[in-house]
């Protein structure tokens, strides 16, 4: 009495502040119209770039996009190279209208890995949209395995391990919690992608092929969202002690 009761299991309801995706599904996109992979992946940049300019008034405050893995290493010379020329063009051709919207970009994985040319380009994105308000981050080189031990190493190294000190040493630490984790093209797994954060996010799985997706679906799930109960381990029905 007197003190605040325990609110477990009721989280007020509200609208998604971090929502992150799975694109998946450009190679399928592209064999089911007898085109090369490397289309279905510039298809794939049209979606992203459709969503971004999209994203204003949905009022999310992060949107991530996972958009190449520490495994998609695995795939073919020419494929990889076909998807880092993509990621260069992108950024060259649409950087300005980041700055413009106030898009704030960040970057997630071991992106230094990359290709100098295409690291200086990101350092230079990343420092010409630094005072953007909606963040886009974009998981780069990204394997969410690889980023919980780095981060587990570096809490060690400062002194207690414990999961408040490895959240905090996350690529994702000066981001809001994922609300929403969306997977496209009907896979239901999340390969290596954010397994921390998604302890107690909603999980979206659709059967849209990423080059396909577009800002109504993304508009859509945020609807669904707004009416899923979290109950973070709680449940509503159980009376609280206060
Ligand atoms: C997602 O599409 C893009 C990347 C992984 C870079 P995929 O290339 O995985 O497409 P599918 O899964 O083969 O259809
Ligand atoms: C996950 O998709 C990585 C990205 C979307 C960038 P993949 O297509 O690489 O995943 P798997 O191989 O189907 O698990
Ligand atoms: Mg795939």
């Known amino acids: 009495m007197g003190t605040a009761p325990a609110n477990h299991g009721e989280q007020p309801k509200a609208g998604a502040r971090h929502v ?114 909606q963040t886009l981050a974009v998981a780069l080189n990204y394997g969410s395995q690889h980023e919980i031990a780095r981060a587990a190493a570096k809490a060690g190294e400062k002194g207690e391990i414990s999961a408040e000190t490895i959240a905090a040493e996350l690529d994702t630490a000066d981001l809001p919690p994922l609300d929403l984790l969306i997977r496209t093209s009907g896979e239901i797994r999340l390969s290596n992608f954010l397994l921390w954060q998604a302890a107690y996010s909603e999980m979206l799985f659709v059967d849209t092929l990423w080059p396909d997706f577009k800002p109504e679906h993304l508009a859509q799930a945020l609807d669904d969202f707004a009416k899923r109960e979290r109950r973070y381990g709680g449940r509503l029905a159980e009376p609280t002690n206060g």
């Open 20 to 133: 992150a995706i799975i694109m998946d599904g450009n190679g399928r996109w592209a064999k089911k119209r007898g085109l090369p992979r490397a289309i279905g992946h510039q298809r794939g940049v049209e979606a992203v770039r459709r969503l971004v300019r999209a994203l204003e008034p949905m009022q999310l405050e992060c949107l991530t996009l996972y958009a190449f893995s520490s495994e998609n290493w695995k795939r073919s010379i020419d494929e990889v190279d076909s998807l880092m020329n993509l990621m260069r063009r992108f950024i060259k051709s649409d950087l300005a209208e980041f700055v413009a919207n106030d898009v704030k970009l960040k970057i997630i994985g071991d992106w230094q890995a990359l290709a100098p040319d295409i690291v200086e380009m990101l350092e230079d994105a990343l420092s010409q949209t630094a005072n953007g308000k």
